[in-house]
């Protein structure tokens, strides 16, 4: 039963990934881009990492991608006749050759690597959200703390770059 | 049990995907989405190598790649409310501000 699963969200989330990027129409590619969150999140599951499956449908799909939406819906956007750049052919060459090259290599790895100890009964044993808070919160602290003050810049980067310019600004730009 | 270097191959197919649109797209929104692409490209090579690994590291670092792609779309898309607000066009090879 598994591998049929596999094969469902591994084909369509490569089939929604092509969409996203081959249709012609913007609000279409957002949809297509769900299409391939949601069924990443499938793929998340099957490698038992359900926390991460949910964080990917909550954030990604619920957040982002909703961003996404909002900001396509206001500006309007018109459906461009010429939507992709002159010499596109070039770069789908180039992209193609390096593509196989990729996969050859992949198929020749073996993957060895040492194991770690959290194996899936382990991890059963706690739940997977509390095993990675535990790791989060222990291991990975500095990293956690350093992605704070991104996210903190982040929104306040948005905000001031979105901010309308009031008259007193104005004034004192042409002072 | 499904090999890794499936989960690898399906990765590497989104990524590639995801490099050609940021190549071949003209509007910006959408080569924002490629780069959501291929950071979902890159998140499932790392919960892969997690799980055949046993380790929960990957999936911690994949839960930041989250917050980074969050903190990306938010400002990317600010840049182009600022650039869609002064007349300039949305396509990216017509946003030639800063070019001399």
Redesign the interface.
């Known amino acids: 039963m598994l591998p049929v699963f596999f094969a469902y969200f591994a084909l369509v989330s490569v089939v929604s990934g092509i969409l996203t990027v081959a249709l012609r129409n913007p609000v279409q590619c957002g949809i297509a881009l769900l299409s391939l969150l949601g069924h990443i999140a499938g793929l998340f599951v099957l490698l038992n990492a359900e926390f991460l499956a949910a964080v990917q449908i909550i954030i990604y799909a619920g957040a982002i991608l909703i961003l996404y939406l909002f900001v396509l819906m206001m500006l309007n956007l018109k459906t461009e006749e010429r939507y992709l750049h002159r010499r596109y052919a070039w770069y789908v060459l180039g992209v193609a050759v390096i593509t196989v090259e990729l996969m050859l290599m992949l198929l020749a790895s073996n993957y060895a690597g040492v194991k770690g100890s959290a194996t899936v009964e382990v991890v059963q044993q706690v739940g997977n959200s509390t095993a990675i808070g535990i790791l989060m919160f222990s291991d990975y602290l500095l990293p956690f703390e350093i992605v704070g003050v991104f996210l903190l810049g982040a929104i306040v980067g948005a905000i001031v770059l979105t901010k309308n310019p009031t008259r007193a600004d104005i004034e004192r730009e042409l002072s | ?2 090999p ?7 990765s ?3 990524f ?6 940021v ?5 910006f ?2 080569v ?3 780069i ?2 291929m950071l ?1 490209a890159a ?2 090579n790392l ?11 990957g ?6 790649v ?10 990317g ?6 650039v ?1 607000r002064g007349k300039i066009a ?2 990216v ?1 017509q946003i030639d501000l800063l070019k001399w």
Not at chain 2, 23 to 27: E, F, I, K, Q
Not at chain 2, 69 to 75: I, L, P, S
Not at chain 2, 77 to 82: D, H, K, M
């Open positions: 049990m499904i890794l270097s499936a989960y690898v191959a399906v590497a197919i989104l590639v995907t995801g490099v050609v649109g190549l071949v797209r003209r509007n929104i959408i924002l989405m490629s959501e692409i979902n998140n499932l919960v892969a190598f997690a799980n055949h690994l046993q380790s929960l590291s999936q911690v670092v994949a839960l930041f989250i917050a980074i792609a969050a903190g990306e779309a938010a400002v898309l600010a840049i182009i409310i600022v869609f949305t396509n090879d």
